[in-house]
């Protein structure tokens, strides 16, 4: 019965695939060799990345006379030669085939199917079961291929909410993998320091001993301790504390410090810290001079683009490693590499435009209009979203860079073609000569909207777009969308509009509320530079961290952090969408 249903399966399949090959081509294989050779050369073929070659070869043998087992090895090899070149929904319609209960399967093949069921979930961004998978799994696998699929458990965790692996830990309590989720929550809780972290993983592993995770800390966990102790103890912070943006490099340096008196109140050790006005030197090199002559290890700051430029350009090393607040240009026309102890971390705009492409491909958009403020601010955004969304494969079907103005209608019914839908409807009138039923129309090869927006401009653009019968299409904006101050009132009208923010701003923390009650008139609209401040503090003594770990992430104030191979920090925010006037965060 099992060689039937197999064969009835892979006569199915070649009716659906590509015609037969000619006898030539089939002479490539060797017709002196066996089946057995075949498969072997196959195996070595996807490990070796010639995966169009492998698929090729799986369809000529799939001609030949095979046994129920070699029936399930080429199922099992098509399957993951289908998601080695992107075809999870094909690689799906053969794991389904080796679902089938008249299949029986050995022991490895059980193991090669789960496997690849766990890739087919990752490549279908459903991540909480690929680990689950992977999991159920990890008591059959030994030695490398056991420790690899640990790590993969781990990376599949870090891509869920820290909010959700807990509600999901609720659920399978005193279970392995209720315990991967537990672990998993306390190392996204971007609400922790670095000692307070470490403490959290070391508890962990005294109450689970025997937990494989346990025994070899995934990721880059079992760093925390050494990166602890290697730490800096003495620093010096490089700011504009006086002038035009004397209120933003405050904002900075009192984030910062509070970070530092958090850590410094719960008993932690913490670093001397010393402050330079950007705007009372006249060179960086003398910023260099100060900070050596307090003893300090590194150098945070400058804020100032220009001068973080400056930096980037030298062509040696800098006299301290220095972690600047702000990124120069990725494309400076210099073919070199920026000084190699020269780090970039800031709340670059551009990271959130990228994230947005990603976020509204994922949720099938692929169509897009884009409203952007004009001046270099709005197009260097819009550059930004435009490569990633280009790169993903989405079209642009119109951009549109507007003024500063009380009345956003002209922009939107251009943007939206409703002035040629009247025009259109005008000519037919003069032809007929009669006067006709008409509602004007906007354009129908649009699915979605990007929008750059301050919050007094969203205010009015999200109306006019309704107005203009555009109320259907889903609007996505960058953070500056929203002002950081609740206020559901005046922010009704950009109901239903999703947007990726800091999760300062979204989600309660004790040293954000300490912060706020501490300073007249709270935050307000600096709270994003507080929270910079914070992560400041929280990022340096782990950059070495995420350089020596190319997978690592810092769960942070400002997003999840990541270094990159130009050593820039890349955010990836947490999105969030209006409803009732107020954001409310989006399960990933």
């Avoid at 010096?236 to 530092?260: N, V, Y």
């Avoid at 203009?468 to 109901?495: C, K, Q």
Wanted: net charge negative; with cysteine; proline share 5%.
């Amino acid at each position: 019965m099992r060689v039937i249903v197999l064969m009835t399966l892979l006569v199915l399949t070649a009716c659906s695939s590509s015609p037969k090959s000619s006898s030539s081509t089939q002479s490539l294989l060797g017709a002196e060799q066996t089946n057995s050779q075949l498969f072997q050369h196959i195996a070595i073929k996807l490990d070796e990345g010639e995966y169009r070659d492998a698929g090729l070869q799986l369809q000529l043998l799939r001609e030949r006379s095979l046994s129920a087992d070699e029936q399930i090895r080429w199922l099992l090899l098509i399957a993951d030669q289908r998601l080695r070149i992107g075809e999870p929904d094909v690689a799906k319609v053969y794991l389904d085939q080796l679902a089938n209960p008249d299949i029986t399967l050995t022991t490895e093949q059980d193991i090669q199917l789960s496997l690849l069921r766990a890739r087919w979930y990752e490549s279908n961004a459903q991540f909480l079961a690929a680990a689950r998978e992977r999991d159920f799994l990890s008591a059959l696998l030994s030695g490398q291929q056991q420790r690899d699929n640990h790590e993969a458990i781990w990376l599949n965790l870090m891509q869920i909410d820290d909010v959700e692996l807990l509600r999901w830990a609720e659920q399978v309590p005193d279970t392995q993998f209720g315990r991967w989720l537990l672990l998993a929550a306390v190392s996204k809780n971007s609400r922790l320091t670095l000692d307070e972290h470490l403490t959290h993983v070391e508890a962990w592993q005294r109450r689970y001993p025997d937990h494989p995770a346990a025994q070899q800390l995934p990721g880059s966990l079992g760093t925390l301790a050494e990166i602890a102790a290697n730490r800096p103890n003495n620093i010096t912070l490089l700011l504009p504390l006086s002038g035009q943006l004397e209120k933003t490099g405050q904002a900075i340096r009192d984030g910062f410090m509070a970070a530092w008196y958090e850590s410094a109140n719960k008993g932690f050790s913490v670093p001397d810290v010393h402050f330079i006005d950007s705007e009372r030197i006249d060179a960086l090199d003398d910023a260099y001079q100060l900070a050596q002559f307090h003893g300090s290890q590194w150098l945070v700051g400058p804020f100032l683009r220009p001068q973080v430029q400056q930096l980037q350009e030298r062509q040696q090393s800098l006299p301290l490693p220095t972690l600047a607040l702000n990124y120069g240009e990725r494309d400076t026309g210099i073919e070199r590499r920026s000084p190699d102890n020269l780090y970039q971390f800031g709340l670059a705009a551009e990271d959130e435009a990228a994230q947005i492409a990603r976020k509204a491909w994922a949720d099938g958009h692929r169509r897009a209009l884009a409203l952007v403020p004009q001046g270099a601010w709005g197009e260097r955004i819009f550059a930004a979203f435009e490569q990633h969304w280009l790169a993903l494969g989405g079209e642009i079907s119109a951009q549109r860079f507007y003024s500063n103005r009380r009345d956003y209608n002209p922009d939107i019914r251009a943007i939206l073609n409703i002035d040629d839908s009247t025009r259109r409807y005008n000519t037919i009138r003069r032809l007929l000569a009669e006067s006709t039923e008409f509602e004007p129309r906007r354009r129908a090869d649009v699915d979605w909207i990007f929008l750059v927006a301050l919050p007094q401009q969203a205010r009015q653009i999200k109306p006019t777009l309704a107005f203009n019968f555009a109320s259907d299409l889903p609007v996505y904006a960058t953070s500056h969308v929203y002002s950081g101050i609740p206020n559901s009132s005046e922010d009704r009208d950009l109901n239903g509009i999703q947007f990726c923010d800091l999760p300062w701003l979204l989600q309660d923390s004790e040293l954000f509320n300490n912060l706020q009650q501490s300073i007249a008139g709270g935050q307000g609209h600096y709270a994003r530079l507080y929270a910079m401040g914070v992560d400041t503090f929280r990022l340096l003594p782990r950059l070495q961290q995420l350089q020596a770990f190319p997978n690592s992430q810092l769960f942070a104030s400002t997003g999840t952090l990541r270094l990159d191979d130009d050593r820039r920090i890349h955010r990836e925010t947490s999105c969030t969408v209006f409803r009732a006037g107020r954001p409310v965060r989006l399960t990933p």
